[in-house]
């Protein structure tokens, strides 16, 4: 099970967290312990199973996706973290302070201050205006008038609903009122915005719209995410990396090319299988070292004894920083190397086909020319993709 590497301190700790319902829950916890399973202790006891020994980190800026299936945990999860409800066992840390072991009062400042919520109901008040809703969590706190209305309209402004501060949410589409939610969530500036199934009331195309909403936001305001989602397609396009969750507990955290490339589980195979990988997966994933290349000096025999050896008709140019200066062909090489020259500069094309290791595989079978140059955004050459290695990865769920 892979923990975030991080070398800088978490945002977010969990430790060893039970959600235990039930009479004497510890009791729960302990047979968990013991190696009972959630169904035997429900017959056993009557305790109901919501949180099995979860940990794990969550870095500041990063959108972590909680997802599972219906009763897997993930909400319960959620609100153990911010303490909707109680833990049975555990800690959770927020900036390396217990959440767990704070009273009342302390619990409610810090909520107040660090946290932001969006719910999968959308939860504005009819009778107010756009702007009364989204000022709601500042009227709470007690901020001036002219103060909140400020942080409203930049909140609003944020999630593109400038010119719908008078508006009643009866008047907007689901979208709309959804955008509400997430502005009255903005607008108190918390650290961390806890977002519970917030797109699944949507129609597909809306809810499309909304995940590309929070990604573009996200890139702008850089805030620590935990969004619950039981659709995976929703977990890979959101996710900095997901949690799998089933019966309670944590059954994988990787990244989204790690879940489709590395499933732990059959369980999590069950999930993958029928993901398009072309639509998710990315040219690092099918990329290859770029051991065989020339530089400008070499002469044509280099080049075609090098081609020979691997059996390409396309060599890769590269300067001695490995910044990628174009191709040769074979044909041309054999040409000048009959004419007696000596280096490659007069033979090298630039019209080499170049993506980014982060591009989707879907966009690279519009390429007609293979070998496939994959760059950084300084132009050093990472690696190549040739159209049998595409392919293959494909036939193989991704990995090579």
Request: hydrophobic fraction near 40%; glycine fraction near 8%.
């Amino acid at each position: 099970m892979d923990n975030n590497q991080s070398t800088s301190a978490p945002k977010i700790k969990v430790e060893k967290v039970y959600k235990v319902f039930g009479k004497e829950p510890q009791r729960g916890v302990k047979m968990l312990e013991e190696g009972l399973g959630k169904d035997e202790i429900m017959k056993k006891s009557r305790l109901a199973v919501g949180v099995n020994d979860a940990s794990f980190e969550v870095c500041k800026g990063e959108l972590l996706v909680i997802m599972g299936l219906s009763g897997s945990g993930k909400s319960t999860l959620l609100r153990c973290i911010n303490r909707l409800i109680e833990p049975t066992a555990g800690k959770v840390l927020i900036d390396g302070t217990d959440v767990t072991a704070l009273s009342d009062e302390e619990l409610r400042r810090m909520r107040m201050k660090k946290f932001g919520m969006v719910f999968q109901r959308f939860a504005l008040l009819p009778h107010r205006t756009v702007l009364q809703n989204t000022e709601f969590g500042l009227e709470i706190q007690g901020m001036a008038s002219a103060k909140r209305r400020e942080k409203a309209l930049q909140a609003l402004k944020l999630v593109g609903l400038e010119g719908w501060e008078d508006s009643h949410p009866e008047q907007l589409s689901g979208g709309m009122q959804q955008r509400v939610g997430l502005a009255r969530a903005l607008a108190v500036d918390p650290d961390i915005l806890f977002m519970d199934e917030a797109f699944s009331a949507l129609d597909p195309l809306i809810r499309r719209e909304m995940q590309d909403e929070l990604l573009a936001l996200q890139a702008r305001v850089q805030k620590t995410i935990l969004f619950i989602t039981h659709d995976l397609d929703e977990a890979l396009k959101l996710g900095d990396r997901i949690v799998i969750m089933k019966d309670g507990a944590i059954v994988q955290i990787g990244t989204p090319e790690d879940i489709l490339t590395m499933p732990e589980s059959r369980y999590v195979e069950r999930f993958v299988e029928d993901v398009n990988l072309a639509k998710v997966l990315t040219a690092k994933t099918v990329m290859h070292k770029a051991s065989t290349v020339v530089f400008p000096k070499d002469g044509p025999k280099t080049a075609l004894h090098k081609m020979k050896e691997t059996g390409i008709s396309n060599i890769l140019v590269v300067d001695r920083e490995q910044r990628l200066i174009g191709r040769v062909t074979a044909d041309d090489a054999l040409r000048v190397s009959k004419t007696g020259e000596k280096t490659l500069e007069n033979i090298i094309l630039k019209d080499v086909p170049t993506v980014e290791a982060d591009t989707i595989i879907n966009e690279l079978f519009a390429e007609q020319d293979f070998p496939i140059a994959v760059t950084d955004e300084q132009n050093h050459l990472k690696g190549i993709i040739i159209r049998g290695s595409l392919l293959g990865a494909l036939a193989e769920g991704g990995s090579k």
